[in-house]
Structure formats: C-alpha cells, structure tokens
C-alpha cells in the first residue's frame, strides 16, 4: 500500500503533467491558426505611416518654415483624401 506522501507526489505530478501537456496544446494551437488582421490594426499601421511622412518632412533641416507647411498640408490632403476613397 501506498504511504500518504507518495500518493500527494503521484497527484501532484499528474496534475504537473496535465498542466505542461495542456499549455503546450494551446500554444500549438495558437501558432497553427493563421493571422487575420483587422481593419482597425490596417488603420494603426496607416496613422503610423502617415505620421512617419509627416516627421520626414518637419525634421528635413533643407527646407523652409513655409515649405515645410505645404508640403505637410499637400501630404494630409493626400492621405485624406485616399482614405475617403478607401471609405467609399
């Protein structure tokens, strides 16, 4: 017959071991599913770009004040208006 600890050993690795069997399932499973995106990440990776451009144009140090303006309006009205076409 089995003394009381060893039974609480043999549980407690049996519970360890359907524990470590059941975590690595999920990460199987989560790896084989493939990647959807949403239309909100499309839109963060967007705003990303779009702010990328945006601080190309401010920090060039070649450019004036008054150019830097337009051509940061010139971008936005370009951004604006291929996302209202996107929308439509």
């Given amino acids: 017959m089995l003394s009381f600890s ?5 549980v407690s690795f049996a ?3 359907f524990l470590l069997y059941f975590r690595f399932q999920h990460l199987n ?21 779009f702010d990328r451009e945006i601080n190309k144009i401010l ?13 940061t309006n010139e971008y936005a009205e370009q951004y604006l ?3 209202a076409m996107d929308e439509a």
């Fill in 29 to 49: 499973h989560v790896h084989s599913e493939p990647i959807h995106h949403s239309s909100q990440q499309l839109s963060s990776d967007e705003l990303l770009e």
């Fill in 81 to 83: 208006l291929k996302n």
């Fill in 6 to 10: 060893m039974i609480m050993i043999l």
């Fill in 15 to 17: 519970v360890f071991a």
């Fill in 59 to 71: 920090n060039n140090p070649h450019l004036s004040n008054v150019d830097k303006e337009r051509l």
